[in-house]
């Protein structure tokens, strides 16, 4: 009987890598595949921020500069459109795709700063209540409760009745009232962890609760927070979109999607495309974002990686 010696090892390794590589690389392509709408929808997102970033550059006008003559021209394949702009123009004259292009780096703002501050605020208090529980897990939740109790639109036109409507103070108002979904969300998966063996074994080696909670805890809920903010940025530029359409947002002439859909409201029947295009626009953009938070989901999820 012929023993396989080191060299035979070797070969049979040699044999197997690149079907291993070919495994490795379709296993890539397949799991891209099931995650294609996702994909689709990172790519949207990266062109709107691309747009975003880029406003002066790619803008084929100045969003303010106004031209009477050509006010209310329609879009380039209507009837009576021009080709200096694509997409027609509004009351005043001033270019639609220029203003849409130039509005898109208010709402990506808004909804990038928003999170952050909301995921900052509702973390923080979800790991406290969580891993410390007792009186100040009763305090969090009682915080929480009365910010979801609380009607959102009364809050955000107190605010804006005292600071004023401005961009920043729109931040402030969506900022510091979206973190209790974090919180809930970060508490409950702290009540879980900080119960799991490794941390009892971290907590008998005398490490600190900062210390824990910072290389034990928060480290096991990464995955859950990066899905819930990317699904929140959605939700933040409708609501951006939702106050600026109210006049508690972004104030004119400062292009905002929602200030431009509530000015395109008063030619709707005549003047489709100027509610139509903002719309699309916002339409579009949390559409990408709901795509590819449903996709990250999926990627950093232990439970769905088991099925590919």
């Known amino acids: 009987m012929e023993i396989a010696g080191p060299a035979t090892s070797l070969e049979q390794m040699a044999r197997g890598a690149p079907r291993t590589r070919r495994q490795s690389v379709g296993f890539i392509f397949k799991r891209i595949w099931r995650l294609r709408a996702g994909v689709i929808g990172a790519l949207v997102v990266l062109f709107m921020v691309f747009l975003a970033i880029f406003a002066p550059v790619v803008s084929p006008h100045d969003p303010y500069e106004q031209d009477i003559l050509a006010r209310l021209t329609p879009p380039v394949w209507a009837d009576g459109g021009s080709t200096d702009f694509i997409l ?3 009351r005043v004259g001033r270019d639609v795709l220029s203003r849409l292009i130039f509005g898109s780096r208010v709402s990506l703002t808004v909804g990038a700063v928003a999170v952050g501050i909301a995921a900052t ?20 939740n009682n915080a929480v409760n009365l910010m979801m109790a609380f009607p959102f639109m009364l809050l955000a036109m107190a ?11 729109m931040i402030i108002v969506l900022g510091f009232t979206g973190w209790p979904i974090y919180t809930r969300v970060v508490r409950a998966e702290t009540l879980r962890l900080r119960e799991i063996d490794f941390v009892s074994a971290a907590r008998a080696l005398g490490m600190t609760n900062v210390r824990i909670i910072t290389r034990h805890v928060l480290p096991n809920i990464y995955n859950a927070i990066i899905v819930m903010a990317s699904l929140e940025v959605a939700r933040m530029i409708l609501l951006e979109s939702f106050l600026s359409f109210l006049g508690l947002g972004v104030q004119p002439p400062t292009p905002a999607w929602g200030s431009l859909l509530a000015e395109g409201r008063l030619y709707i029947f005549d003047m489709w495309w100027l509610a139509t295009f903002p719309g699309l626009a916002i339409f579009m953009t949390t559409l990408g974002i709901n795509l590819t938070g449903d996709a990250l989901r999926d990627l950093l999820d232990p439970r769905m990686r088991n099925l590919d």
């Not at 973390?123 to 897990?137: M, P, S």
């Not at 605010?159 to 103070?169: E, I, K, M």
Request: overall charge negative; cysteine-free; glycine content about 24%.
């Open 88 to 90: 027609g123009t509004d």
């Open 121 to 140: 605020i509702g973390v923080f208090l979800g790991l406290l209540g969580g891993y410390y529980g007792r009186g100040l897990d009763s305090l969090v």
């Open 159 to 169: 605010t804006v009745a005292v600071l004023g409507p401005s961009f920043q103070n």
